[in-house]
């Protein structure tokens, strides 16, 4: 069982909108600002597309985006492209022995 | 550009040892903390370890402490993972992945390697 809590599954048509929660508590979401996603397509290892809650690196496309509410997080994909379809992981630092930790995962279908 | 390059996985009886490896290119490697994280078949992403920047520093996560070891040579510009006591929840693929300068996310991952714990 996860540390963190998504939705198993999302979905939403080309050029739409989608996003995806990613619930934790006050010993990690809620109390850092260190939410990060990953996005992982099939066999391919995870990529950085979102750190410190809303900052994206260098090439992320800018329809990717972070927010964060108490202790859940929230990742956006505005005007969906068939390229974003994969599993979205997000992770929390959460301090002490736990170092960092992640969520289930998210199934993003386009 | 960075890259990561895991080996060493394979398959394993329980109870038995595996010693994986990253290699690392493209940057200096001696200036970032590497850590090791696993992802089970069909699940998701668990971190297991990370090691500091001139190893000084080492943090392991409870379901593997005692039983794992990460390492690193900065003149080979190479980490490691020496795992022992293996389980059959230990089946994994196995990532390496730089830990970004905030110290907080992993900026760069390895393309994995496939640890299978079986008899």
């Known amino acids: 069982q996860s540390a963190l809590t998504q939705p198993p599954s999302a979905s939403g048509s080309p050029g739409q909108p989608v996003t995806i929660s990613c619930t934790g508590t006050?010993?990690?979401?809620?109390?850092?600002?260190?939410v990060s996603w990953y996005q992982q397509h099939p066999g391919k290892a995870p990529k950085l597309m979102i750190y410190e809650v809303t900052k994206r690196p260098s090439g992320v496309p800018d329809r990717f985006s972070g927010s964060k509410s108490g202790n859940t997080a929230s990742l956006t994909v505005s005007g969906l492209q068939a390229e974003d379809e994969a599993d979205y992981y997000c992770s929390s630092y959460a301090g002490g022995n736990n170092f960092v930790v992640f969520g289930g995962g998210t199934k993003l279908t386009v | 550009q960075v890259q990561l390059v895991e080996s060493g996985g394979g398959l394993v009886k329980p109870g038995g040892s595996l010693r994986l490896s990253c290699a690392a290119s493209?940057?200096?490697?001696?200036?970032?903390?590497m850590s090791w994280i696993r992802q089970a078949p069909g699940k998701g992403l668990e971190w297991i370890s990370y090691i500091s920047d001139t190893a000084g520093i080492e943090q392991y996560a409870d379901s593997v402490k005692g039983r794992f070891t990460i390492s690193r040579d900065n003149a080979k510009n190479s980490l490691y993972l020496q795992m022992n006591s293996l389980t059959v929840e230990d089946t994994a693929v196995y990532y390496c992945?730089?830990?970004?300068?905030?110290?907080?996310?992993?900026?760069?991952w390895g393309q994995g390697t496939l640890v299978t714990v079986s008899s």
């Open positions: 992945g730089r830990v970004s300068v905030g110290r907080r996310e992993f900026d760069y």
């Open positions: 493209g940057y200096i490697f001696s200036d970032y903390y």
């Open positions: 006050s010993s990690d979401i809620g109390v850092y600002n260190y």
